[in-house]
């Protein structure tokens, strides 16, 4: 799993039947400071992510192995929406901290 942070959609006005009505996300890749780590990824969203959000994501066969996802062909899943996160004792990150 890695974090990424939601930098917006990608629409398709024709794609592969087995993603249809799936919603594409632009996921840049950051490290736990939420620095930048390498060229944004285009994932599938199965947990209803958003634009701004710290999310995680997998990538390779990790990426089918969802409800969302199973045999269909992807790469990248969107597969949680991060609240918060503790680093040696302290918070840092916070959802509701804006």
Do not use: H, N, W, Y
Request: a negative charge; hydrophobic letters at 40%.
């Amino acid at each position: 799993m890695e974090f990424g942070i939601i930098k917006g959609t990608v629409v398709c006005t024709r794609k592969d039947e087995d993603i249809s009505g799936r919603k594409l996300l632009l996921v840049q890749p950051v490290r736990d400071d939420l620095e930048p780590v390498s060229s944004p990824v285009v994932g599938i969203d199965s947990v209803g992510a958003g634009e701004g959000e710290l999310v995680l994501f997998v990538k390779g066969s990790s990426a089918r192995m969802t409800d969302v996802t199973e045999d269909r062909p992807v790469d990248c899943t969107i597969i949680a929406i991060v609240d918060r996160v503790e680093k040696d004792g302290k918070i840092i990150f916070r959802k509701d901290a804006g």
